[in-house]
């Protein structure tokens, strides 16, 4: 069954330099530029509003910013925390604090020294789900290394093998309980929180430095990921992919040898990853040659269990198959791990159904679709056509996260491209 | 007059005030500026007063001289000291030194600096010592350039000219002869560059990293009668930056495009950036546009044809670090000087999109007509 994606806002020289990188939460979508910026497009416009009115824009660094994650969470006490991390080409990280409701914003100072002295490249925030795990940053080095942090929102630090702990034990006095009543009613454990704990909570973000993967040589770490299921994987320059247990900071499974080994020709840098959101898939997009390809892996064994293929027609390319016929920059899952969205530098963005391996829809983007004619960027500063321009990044968006006609109840997608545009795009059908 | 150690160790109150006594007393001989005098006869009296002071008054010197840092070295003869060896390295290579250039000013011929060192490779060890050491020398005794020494480096930059060029204070075998790709001649600060025929024909002044590209291009020289092109073989020597130099203020009114070509690479950059700017003006040429090799525009050829993939490697660590300071670097600048803030954004483009990339590439894949009727 194919999808049918609808274009419903767009905006041309959305930046002064190109768009790297592309994060979406619930109250925006957040863009990261060469220009030194990020700019937060707020997602749900009134009737009147245009996005380049409404757009936050967040000074970060002269050398430029590559990669911007955000954090979204309600904690205790209804206290809502967005936070972006960005990276600059200097290798440093930055973190903003964004109130969501006023648009106002405040950098915030979450590395030591120590931890400043590096230089990063991927950042990623992991939102747990589970009261007792903490969330999560990572960021990678450029000599490959992993680090992973727990994030605390409070001045009071969750224990997370002390909640595990208490979590086990209460668990077994429910099941217990369960079995001592006879008539199958289970009787609640009345909550641990109560009011005067809830009162004690102080707002303090703040990271705990866990610890470090380590590469088993040197190589630019390129990319990161967390699954749902407690594990991190690490993307690298050479097509290696690490994937090691959250909790331990271990190593478990090293996937190497995607396509064609030993030649320059065939380089397979790692460009993205993503764990599916139940973590049960890693898809990892890495380059062969000049072409794209998309491989997905089942994270319980560490088995590959297929590659996203277009059929192709080409005489020229015999050997392999490909996603994209250009590098693949950013993969990107929906909310329930059906479909995975690819972006390249063929200036495509791709759905594919993941059970089947086939694809369900193709945009092919253009510079020229630019709705306001003024703010089309035909040719780059080099006087390069950027017609057809890469895509550098693809997210999904949950449904009711953008505003607009159909948003309520169709996902969406939004993609920056090297024409300094940000897309935006519903899923058509359905109401 | 106090004669035994007796005697010397009674006046010394301390062991160091002793061993200072009992030290030789040392000749202290300033290298320095000679205004009123040449340099030959100036390098003669320097040498003709440490003569004089060992084997007539059997004195011992001590050699004061400029680094280029802006700090003294001394050095000592005789020096009694377990690290007595460096130091007899240290004046032993400057006096070695000193009497090269009074040979050499002498006889009127100018050497190269690989020659020098080759003259006794077991003193210097390494030809980068030379340099060091002629640096020494250029700063204590104020010059400008170390062209006054009649030591040259090795040229290094190639040139090609559909014209001929010629040069007042060169001689006449050092000229660039017309449709010949040749090395770039020794040409001093002072020295004129001109031309006899009509240039209007020149269109072009083309600046490329490398040699392959240079030779492939200089093959027909009849497809290039209106560029004049030149190499400096990757990082430029002084002499190619300087002959650039000459060439933008003889062409400063006409309408000449400068075009600089390097590999897609964050050392390609890094070149480029070597012509452009230098602390000292004579070294600039600052008319150069940056024109590529951009990454992008190889990555969307080797797209359009597979045969081509060769050209597209990783990045190596070095490539990384390099390409983040200059990025820092450019950005510092354009802050402070936004007058060459369009230049700047196009190099750090360009060094953002190979770092987001991963990748780098070699201009040699660009096709030739790319490199002239661009």
Redesign the interface.
């Known amino acids: 069954m194919s999808k049918i994606f609808i274009s419903t806002v767009n905006v041309g020289k959305a930046h002064d330099?190109?768009i790297?990188g592309v994060s979406v939460v619930n109250p925006f979508t957040v863009t990261c530029s060469?220009d030194?910026s990020i700019k937060l497009w707020k997602n749900k416009l009134l009737d009147d509003e245009s996005a380049k009115d409404t757009v936050i824009e967040v000074f970060v660094h002269?050398?430029?910013v590559?990669h911007c994650e955000t954090l979204h969470t309600v904690e205790k006490g209804g206290n809502e925390i967005c936070l972006i991390a960005c990276v600059s080409?200097?290798?440093e990280i930055f973190f903003y604090s964004v109130d969501v409701k006023s648009g106002k914003y405040e950098k915030l100072d979450l590395l030591n020294a120590a931890e400043k002295k590096r230089?990063y490249w991927a950042v990623k925030w992991f939102k747990s789900e589970d009261q007792v795990v903490c969330h999560r940053f990572a960021a990678t080095d450029?000599?490959g290394n992993t680090l992973v942090w727990r994030f605390h929102p409070f001045t009071e630090e969750l224990d997370e093998e002390k909640a595990m702990k208490q979590k086990k034990t209460d668990e077994e006095k429910n099941a217990k309980r369960r079995g001592e009543s006879s008539g199958g009613e289970i009787e609640k454990v009345p909550k641990q929180e109560d009011d005067e704990q809830l009162e004690n909570l102080v707002l303090s973000p703040h990271l705990v430095l866990q610890g470090e993967i380590q590469p088993s040589n040197?190589i630019?770490a390129?990319c990161v990921d967390f699954s749902g299921k407690g594990l991190i994987a690490t993307g690298f320059?050479?097509g290696s992919v690490q994937v090691a247990q959250l909790s331990t900071l271990r190593p478990i499974y090293n996937f190497e040898g995607f396509g064609i080994q030993g030649?320059?020709?065939n380089?397979n840098?790692v460009r993205a990853l993503k764990f599916s959101p139940m973590g049960s898939l890693l898809a990892v997009a890495n380059d062969s040659?000049?072409y794209g390809c998309v491989t997905l892996y089942e994270t319980d064994y560490g088995e590959r269990i297929g590659g996203l293929t277009v059929p192709t027609h080409s005489t020229?390319?015999s050997i392999g198959s490909y996603a994209h016929?250009?590098?693949v920059f950013d993969l990107s899952f929906n909310s329930t791990g059906e479909y995975l969205a690819t972006c390249g530098?063929?200036s495509k963005v791709r759905v594919w159904d993941v059970k089947s391996k086939e694809r369900v829809s193709t945009i092919n983007l253009s510079a020229g679709d630019i709705e306001i004619e003024e703010d089309i960027l035909m040719v780059?500063?080099?006087g390069?056509s950027l017609k057809n321009p890469p895509v550098?990044g693809v997210r999904y968006i949950n449904k009711a996260v953008r505003g607009g006609m159909g948003s309520e109840t169709n996902e969406g997608l939004c993609c920056v491209c090297?024409d300094r545009s940000v897309r935006w795009y519903r899923e058509a059908g359905g109401s | 007059m106090v004669s035994t150690l007796a005697q010397l160790m009674q006046n010394a109150e301390s062991k160091e005030e002793l061993i200072t006594k009992l030290e030789p007393q040392l000749r202290i001989v300033h290298m320095s500026k000679d205004a009123d005098n040449d340099i030959k006869s100036h390098v003669k009296s320097m040498l003709g007063l440490m003569t004089n002071c060992v084997e007539q008054h059997h004195q011992g010197i001590e050699v004061v001289c400029k680094n280029p840092k802006g700090t003294s070295t001394k050095v000592k003869f005789p020096y009694e000291s377990m690290k007595g060896d460096q130091q007899i390295t240290k004046i032993s290579i400057l006096l070695t030194l000193l009497k090269t250039v009074h040979n050499k000013l002498c006889s009127r011929e100018v050497s190269t600096i690989r020659d020098v060192y080759y003259g006794n490779t077991e003193l210097f060890k390494s030809q980068s010592k030379v340099v060091q050491w002629f640096g020494v020398l250029q700063h204590s005794m104020g010059l400008k350039s170390r062209d006054v020494f009649n030591v040259v480096p090795a040229q290094k930059g190639l040139c090609f000219s559909p014209v001929n060029l010629y040069f007042t204070r060169a001689t006449a075998d050092n000229d660039v002869v017309a449709n010949k790709a040749g090395l770039i001649p020794y040409i001093s600060q002072d020295s004129r560059l001109f031309w006899k025929e009509d240039i209007s024909q020149i269109r072009k002044i083309i600046v490329i990293e490398k040699e392959a590209v240079f030779n492939k291009l200089t093959i027909n020289p009849n497809d290039i009668q209106h560029c004049i092109l030149v190499t400096g073989k990757g990082y430029p020597d002084f002499l190619t930056r300087l002959f650039l130099n000459k060439l933008q203020k003889l062409t400063h009114s006409s309408d000449i495009d400068w075009e600089v070509y390097t590999d897609a690479d964050p050392h390609g950059v890094h070149i480029s950036l070597k012509y452009l700017n230098n602390e000292e003006e004579q070294y600039n040429c600052q008319k150069l546009a940056f024109k590529g090799a951009f990454i992008s525009r190889l990555v969307n050829q080797t797209l359009d044809d597979t045969n081509k993939l060769g050209q597209i490697l990783d990045l190596k660590p070095r490539d990384i670090s390099l390409a983040t300071k200059l990025i820092q670097q450019l950005s510092t600048e354009t802050e402070t000087e936004p007058t060459n803030q369009t230049r700047n954004k196009t190099f750090k483009t360009e060094l953002q999109r190979q770092l987001f990339y991963f990748k780098k590439a070699e201009m040699n894949s660009l096709s030739i007509d790319f490199y002239i009727n661009s």
């Open positions: 330099a190109d790297f060469g030194g002269k050398t430029g590559h080409f200097s290798g230089s450029v000599k040197p630019f390129t320059s050479n030649t320059d020709q380089s840098t040659g000049s020229q390319t016929n250009g590098w530098y063929d780059d500063e080099n390069d550098m090297l």
